[in-house]
Structure formats: structure tokens, C-alpha cells
């Protein structure tokens, strides 16, 4: 396993190499579900998210993956965001311009979706040689900040705009990038 298991609701949630997405009893061990997801080239390695009863992890492959969250409970899905296939990191729920959302990146994206119901809230184009996004995004105040290999390290401002939302680059530093670990 290269990912590191979420615990919260008396349940461990793991997300295997393999691409397998399985939901446990914390006091038994007993398992409760488990989904089973091709799992990209080099493996699985984000770490899953309890968030509001959903578990939420990047699953599948680079064509078919989609960002997902599941009723911890049950494993039944709940909803899907399906515009990008999985990179390798991790995602965080953050509340940025009054709305709760999932951040994280994709193959080539910096993406956003609704944490209530996997819609698109906004995406910044972004990736690397080996569209191995692994860096996991890490929130700053009201700055979200992201890296990748060769491409620097990012700080970015989610603020209302109209209708919807607008990620502004505020600042962006191309001396330093991290690849494998996270701010």
C-alpha cells in the first residue's frame, strides 16, 4: 500500500495499490465493503477522505477514473466527477468563497468539485512529464498552494465570480517543485 488509511465513524477506509477501495470495522477488523477499481500504471498511492459520511478517493484509470465519493456506511456511490482520470494525489475539502469543496489534482488538472454533489466548481491546467500528479494540495488561510515535478510551486485564490467560482494565480515560484512529497 502506498496510500495512507483514513479512519473516522468507527471504520479504517484504505485504498489499496491495486486499486482496491475497502471500508472496515475499527473495533473488529471485520470487513464491511470493498470496491474494486483498475488501479493506474504505477498503482494506486492517494489517500482516501472522510468527509460529511461520503469516503472520497480518485479511482479507476487514466480514461475511466473518476473522482468519487461513496456513502461510508455502504459503499454505495453517491456521485462522480468523471473529467479526468486519477494522478496520485491526495484530496482535501476546504470551505474558500463560502462553498465546501473537494480539491485535489488530477492526470493534468488542478480541480474543484461541490463536496455535496461531485459538480465542477473550477480547473487550472496542470501537469507533468509523467502525469504523475502526486503532490497533495495544502491550504494556507485562504490560499490554496500546489506543486508538481518541474513546474514549481503555485499559490492560488478561489474567490466568487458572478454565478461561480474563479481560481486566480497569485503567485507562482518556478525555483522549487516538489514531486513525490507534500507542502
Known sequence: MKSTPVIGGGR???????GILSCFDAQTGKPLWRRDFTAPEYGTAMSPLLD????????????GGALTAFDAQTGAEKWSWKGDGPAYASPIVVEL???RQVVTQSRGQ???????????????????????????PALYRD?????????????????KRGSGLA????????DISMYMSSP
Do not use: M
Not at 490560499?143 to 474567490?159: A, D, E, K
Open 12 to 18: 479504517i477506509c484504505a485504498f489499496g495499490i491495486s
Open 52 to 63: 460529511s459520511g461520503l469516503l472520497i478517493a480518485h479511482v479507476g484509470l487514466k480514461g
Open 97 to 99: 468563497a463560502g462553498i
Open 110 to 136: 488542478i480541480i474543484a468539485v461541490s463536496a455535496a454533489t461531485g459538480a465542477l466548481l473550477w480547473r487550472i491546467p496542470f501537469s507533468t512529464s509523467y502525469d504523475q500528479n502526486a503532490v497533495t
Open 143 to 159: 490560499l490554496l498552494i500546489f506543486s508538481g515535478l518541474q513546474n514549481g510551486i503555485l499559490g492560488v485564490r478561489i474567490s
Open 167 to 174: 481560481a486566480e494565480r497569485l503567485w507562482h515560484n518556478k
